[in-house]
């Protein structure tokens, strides 16, 4: 599976629309991107996925260039309970199921 | 529809004894991957069991084994446990077997070794 590479952390306030975003030089040709969010002591969430230009659904948006090269996941006016760690997956049909998770991106979200 | 379910919760064990792990996923669901988190490592896959045989297997001891049964429940086992051996244990469960199909996990296992 490609590496990624994300902040390993983000601040941000109430109410702002805060963008992750995810380096992915080597994706591959049928890799996809998967975001998942993880609250303490909980197992991770899926939260969208996507192959190419931008996917949108209720919880966020997820944009993705031409080049497939990174992406960006957008949440759109956060919340004290959107702090949590964002992972970025990228992966693709090869009958591997194992999700490999990196560092991912800590967001604090302030009042 | 019922999430997925770890059983128990928390557990505390001694160094050298050996704990059973259980994942009921959710109804329907064929597939069932284990994952060790620490504060250290992160998420790291240990292995993944799809119709009862296990498809996929991290990088880790022969400590750790698995086995799935018929009607998707999933147990994992760590013989000899090491202090190390400390983490948050979660499953996952999904349809199918392949990265695309949405994993949900369950709140996961809490394991201390003392």
């Known amino acids: 599976l490609a590496k990624t590479t994300q902040p390993i952390s983000m601040d941000s306030y109430e109410g702002q629309e805060v963008n992750i975003t995810c380096s992915h030089n080597n994706i591959a040709t049928n890799d996809y991107i998967t975001w998942y969010q993880q609250f303490p002591s909980q197992g991770p969430r899926f939260i969208i996925q996507g192959y190419k230009t931008k996917v949108t659904n209720e919880v966020a948006s997820l944009f993705i260039p031409a080049d497939r090269k990174s992406s960006t996941l957008s949440l759109p006016r956060v919340s004290l309970s959107d702090t949590a760690v964002y992972y970025c997956l990228v992966g693709g049909d090869t009958g591997r199921r194992a999700l490999t998770f990196g560092s991912g991106t800590r967001l604090q979200v302030q009042p | 529809k019922a999430g997925v379910t770890q059983t128990p919760r928390y557990l505390i064990k001694t160094r050298g004894q050996q704990v059973t792990l259980s994942c009921s996923p959710i109804s329907g669901h064929r597939s069932v991957s284990w994952y060790q988190q620490t504060p250290g490592q992160g998420l790291q896959f240990l292995f993944e069991?799809?119709?009862?045989?296990?498809?996929n297997k991290g990088n880790f001891p022969g400590r750790f084994s698995g086995r799935q049964f018929s009607n998707s429940r999933s147990e994992m086992n760590v013989s000899t446990l090491e202090l190390g051996d400390s983490a948050l244990y979660l499953c996952a469960s999904s349809y199918e077997i392949d990265v695309l199909s949405e994993a949900f996990f369950g709140q996961g296992t809490r394991l201390t070794v003392v």
């Open positions: 069991y799809f119709s009862e045989t296990q498809r």
